[in-house]
């Protein structure tokens, strides 16, 4: 009992981490070995944000690391690219002021935060104005009051941001007003935090999500394997045990996961630890990321591939977002 107590105690507090994160690129290269090019690139608007558990699933020396690709800000994102856009799924034409965006038949997407623990340079709401919506600024009751309205959504999507962000008090907050209606019957959460500041998923949040009463489902998003290493499998297997069910969603991108290889090691590293591969998107077209942009054509090659080596539910649907349409558009 001792030990355990003990052990809780020192369990590391993940609010001090996410304190923590680095934001500094001569940190972040000094960390990994590399050494700091005198014009490295630091945009102001969506600065390089990283946290340590992350880093650490980083391999010293190597720039082409396939983690710290979607970290490390380059000059690249200063190249214009006409098709590559603000805003490139609508999704501030979809957002009304409470800050709820409904796209979809049944779900809707509650916008909680616009923290996030790290910033992925593809991010497709990287440029998006979240001080706009209500829900950012944790002002649920429009947003309860208009999901209660609407009996045809069964499913409420926590996404931000990163909702993971908030506090367990915050959550609970609005979650508990979510169990109250009716219709609702599950909750989905959008969540990098399992990969990349696993120490969000203690104690205290398990015993929160085993709690509702609402079926909870946590899309993860890892793009490549290693992210799923050192405390991340702990808890994911945690999350499970908790009644959780886990899937990932993951963007094809130039130097991160395109090729055939990647993608088999990732989807045998998801269903080694029970989530299952559900979406591979292709990039959203968000100014700044056109250097990770795979084509269409060896998108749907790479998955025809996979679909021949791999079992049919290890290989996630390869979508694409298109404004204004019913669901994500499948392709290949
Ligand atoms: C992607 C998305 C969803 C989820 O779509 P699924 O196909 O159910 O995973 C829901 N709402 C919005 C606004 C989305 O962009
Ligand atoms: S919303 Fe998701 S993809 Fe975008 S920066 Fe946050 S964690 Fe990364």
Known sequence: MITENLSRNQSPNWQKSLANVVRDTDTLLELLELKPEALSYRPKNFPLRVPHSYINKMQKGNWDDPLLRQVLPTALETEQNIHFMLDPVGDKDSAQQKGILQKYHGRALILTTSHCPIHCRFCFRQHFPYDEHQAIRHEWSDCVA???????????????GDPLSLSDARLQTLCVQLEAIPHIKRLRIH????????ERIN??????????????????????ANELCHKTPAALLQLQQAGVLLLNQSVLMKGVNDNTTALINLSNALIRHHVVPYYLHVLDRVQGAAHFEVDEPMAIALIKQLRTLLPGYMVPKLVREIAGEASKTPIG
């Open 203 to 224: 104690s205290a949040f398990i015993a929160w999500i085993s709690s509702l009463s609402l079926q909870v489902v946590m899309v993860i998003h890892a793009n490549h």
């Open 191 to 198: 969540t990098r935090f399992p990969l990349v500041l696993p």
């Open 146 to 160: 208009a999901l209660a309205e609407d009996n045809s959504i069964s499913e409420v999507i926590l996404s931000g």
